[in-house]
């Protein structure tokens, strides 16, 4: 069993970094896939970024690609995303997801195991 747990969640300014982590996240396995994925009141859960946990490969979607970072510290078995440039438009509550033999890693309802959240808020 996977049991993630985020935390770092907070109010930053926009310009801001903010790093999240998520512990208890990984496990063996070759098609095992740890990610981050985020929900803003009102709108659908959204992809932000993933990591095939063996092999390291490293997908990011396309609103944050090149201001945030997903990494993993296999001896702590956590991973984190650090994000840099915040914008208003980034608040959400944002979410740790693991899963294995995923066909589309972009797509929530493929993850089996998810966090409980961690808000994080940037104001203007």
């Known amino acids: 069993q996977v049991h993630p747990v985020e935390s770092g969640g907070g109010l930053v300014q926009a310009g801001d970094s903010l790093t999240l982590s998520c512990a208890a996240a990984?496990?063996?396995?070759?098609?095992?896939?740890v990610a981050w994925f985020r929900q803003a009141p009102g709108k659908e859960r959204d992809f932000v970024a993933a990591?095939?946990?063996?092999?390291?490969?490293?997908y990011y979607a396309d609103s944050v690609k090149g201001r945030f970072t997903i990494s993993k510290d296999a001896a702590k078995n956590t991973m984190s995303l650090q994000m840099s440039s915040l914008k208003p438009e980034d608040t959400a509550v944002y979410y740790c997801?693991?899963?294995?033999?995923?066909?589309?890693?972009?797509?929530?309802?493929?993850?089996?195991?998810w966090g409980q959240g961690t808000q994080v808020t940037v104001s203007s």
């Open positions: 990984g496990r063996t396995g070759s098609h095992y896939v």
């Open positions: 990591m095939w946990w063996n092999s390291g490969t490293i």
């Open positions: 997801a693991a899963g294995e033999f995923l066909f589309n890693i972009r797509t929530a309802s493929q993850y089996t195991y």
